[in-house]
């Protein structure tokens, strides 16, 4: 039976250390949030995003704009807000409508300012080891490891999806910590081939019941990444079968519960990293993950 991996206490406990750091700062770290239309998920997130800035103290700033909004509007705002030194984290809660183009919004951010780390030259240095912040997901992946004393270093490490957003950023920052990483995705041939080897399995690919017992090892650490909604009952479930897995791993995370307050405290963490560069307090390769 796994040990369940308490994303929730974990998460409340960093965002309390995040509090009383910034509370020692010069100024307040400043968050401005975007987002575009009216998807349920998404205004959730940006939500959420609000409460936890009033939760550490930060400065935060919103903005809810139409689904019409043309990308010049979106471009100018980002434009005031990478000016803004009250502004330390500029993030666009993604996906955007089909209409706009993310990458082009995601470049105009300002690569100081880019809280998510999806710019292109934080992506850059993500490869090359030398980032002040890495994506949220992935940090607080790597954060719960840590606090749970489970080691990357020589392990197996297989990902399963490759999202610009989770897949690609974790991979690099499991290779970062010396894991040996396997990608997989729609075109991997054997997944439970793959899945079996995996010391640290980490799945997001919004499959529910993707993954079942006989594809994870005895003794794996199971990291389930996945938010999918039940259109029948409104419950979120993972893309792991929780309840005949953990007879087999050694760990688990649950959904909810699990990565998701994770991702919500690495963003705060984030926002404070960049802060702190921005204040000068820090230099740029001193907080590295
Ligand atoms: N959409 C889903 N996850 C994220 C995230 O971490 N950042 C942004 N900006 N959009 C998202």
């Known amino acids: 039976m796994a040990v369940i991996l308490d994303g929730k206490s974990l998460a409340a406990a960093i965002r309390n250390e995040i509090r009383e750091e910034a509370a020692c700062l010069p100024r307040k770290p400043g968050l401005a949030a975007i987002m575009v239309g009216d998807d349920p998920a998404s205004r959730l997130y ?100 840590d606090a749970y004393q489970i080691p990357i270093d020589g392990k197996i490490c297989v990902m399963v999806g490759r999202s610009d957003i989770v897949g690609k950023p974790m991979g690099l920052l499991l290779l970062r910590r ?58 979120f479930t993972g893309d792991v079968c929780f309840d005949s897995v953990k007879e087999k791993a050694s760990y688990i995370t649950p959904v909810p519960g699990g990565v998701g307050p994770m991702t919500r405290a690495m963003l705060m963490r984030n926002v404070l990293t960049l802060a702190k560069l921005h204040m000068g307090l820090a230099e740029p390769g001193d907080i590295e993950y």
Request: glycine share 8%; hydrophobic share 45%.
């Open 178 to 235: 010396n894991g040996t990483v396997i990608y997989c995705h729609r075109h991997t041939r054997d997944l439970a081939a793959m899945t079996r080897q995996a010391d640290i399995l980490i799945v997001a690919a919004g499959h529910p019941g993707l993954i079942t017992p006989d594809m994870v090892k005895t003794g794996a650490a199971v990291i389930d990444v996945a938010m999918n909604r039940d259109p029948a009952t409104g419950a």
């Open 46 to 145: 940006v939500n959420n995003k609000e409460k936890d800035c009033a939760a550490c103290g930060f400065y935060s700033r919103r903005f809810d704009l139409p689904g019409s909004v043309s990308e010049e509007e979106l471009l100018g705002i980002i434009g005031k807000l990478n000016a803004n030194a009250a502004v330390d984290g500029v993030l666009v809660q993604l996906p955007l409508p089909a209409s706009i183009s993310e990458r082009r919004i995601v470049e105009a951010i300002a690569p100081e300012k880019d809280v998510d780390a999806f710019h292109p030259l934080s992506v850059g240095r993500m490869v090359y080891g030398k980032a002040p912040v890495w994506p949220c997901t992935p940090s607080g992946i790597a954060a719960m490891l």
